[in-house]
C-alpha cells in the first residue's frame, strides 16, 4: 500500500472540515476524487501533504507515519489550481528548479519529460507566453523530476477550457503511469475523473458512513 489515510480530522475553529477520512491508495495508482468546490477536497490534499496540521488521524506514506514530518521532508509533490512558476526563468529554468544542487541534474531525464509533455522546442520560451495547459505541463514537468512518492493534483486543470482539461488529463495519466508514481486527483469534472483515475471515489464516500465508489 502506497498511503493509508486513517481517521483525518481537521478543523478550523469550530468549523469542521474533515471527519474521520478514511483512504487508502496502492502503489502506482491513480485516484480521482469527485466533489463540489469547499467540500473539503483541497483541505484533505493540503493535510496529506504536511502544508495543514489534521486535528486527529494517522497518514502513512510507504509504510511509514508521516502526520509529524515536515512537508518538505515528505516527498510528495503538489499541482495547484494557479501554476506556480517564476517569470523570471524561461521554461528550461522553471524545471530546474526541481533540482536542489547543479550536480543533481540528470538532462536525459529532464529533456525525457520535456518530449513526453510536448514541451520539445519550448525549453527556452518565456513564461508569460505560455497558454495555461502549458504551463500546467511545465510545473508537472518539474514535480516529476523530483521522483515524488506520491503526486497531489488539486485542479490544476479547471481554468481550462473542457476539450483542453481532458486532453491534458489524458498526458497526465499516460506519464504517471509510465513513471509508476502514485497519485491522488481532486476534481469537479465527472469526464475528467474518469479519464484520470484508476478508481474515482465521490467525496460522500470519504465521508462517515458513505458509498458509492465506481
Not at 115 to 128: D, M
Not at 167 to 180: F, H, N, P, V
Request: proline fraction near 5%; charged fraction near 25%; glycine fraction near 8%.
Amino acid at each position: 500500500m502506497s498511503l493509508i489515510v486513517e481517521n483525518l480530522s481537521v478543523s478550523f475553529g469550530n468549523q469542521e472540515i474533515l471527519r474521520d477520512i478514511n483512504l487508502n491508495l496502492e502503489q502506482s495508482e491513480i485516484i480521482a476524487i469527485l466533489g463540489p468546490s469547499g467540500c473539503g477536497k483541497t483541505t484533505l490534499l493540503r493535510t496529506i501533504s504536511g502544508l495543514q496540521e489534521p486535528n486527529f488521524g494517522k497518514i502513512s506514506l510507504q509504510g511509514e507515519p508521516i502526520e509529524h514530518v515536515p512537508c518538505e521532508q515528505r516527498g510528495i509533490g503538489m499541482l495547484f489550481q494557479k501554476p506556480v512558476l517564476f517569470p523570471f526563468k524561461d521554461v528550461l529554468g522553471n524545471i530546474l528548479f526541481a533540482y536542489q544542487r547543479k550536480e543533481e541534474r540528470n538532462m536525459d531525464d529532464v529533456y525525457s519529460i520535456l518530449k513526453e509533455l510536448g514541451l520539445k522546442g519550448k525549453e527556452h520560451q518565456a513564461i508569460e507566453t505560455l497558454s495555461g495547459g502549458e504551463a500546467q505541463r511545465v510545473v508537472l514537468a518539474r514535480a516529476l523530476l523530483t521522483n515524488p512518492k506520491l503526486l497531489l493534483l488539486d485542479e490544476p486543470l479547471s481554468a481550462l477550457d473542457v476539450d483542453l482539461r481532458r486532453k491534458i488529463a489524458q498526458e497526465m495519466r499516460s506519464t504517471l503511469k509510465a513513471r509508476g508514481i502514485p497519485a491522488i486527483h481532486v476534481t469537479h469534472d465527472p469526464v475528467e475523473a474518469t479519464i484520470i483515475g484508476d478508481r474515482v471515489i465521490h467525496w460522500i464516500e470519504l465521508q462517515p458512513g458513505g458509498v458509492d465508489e465506481e
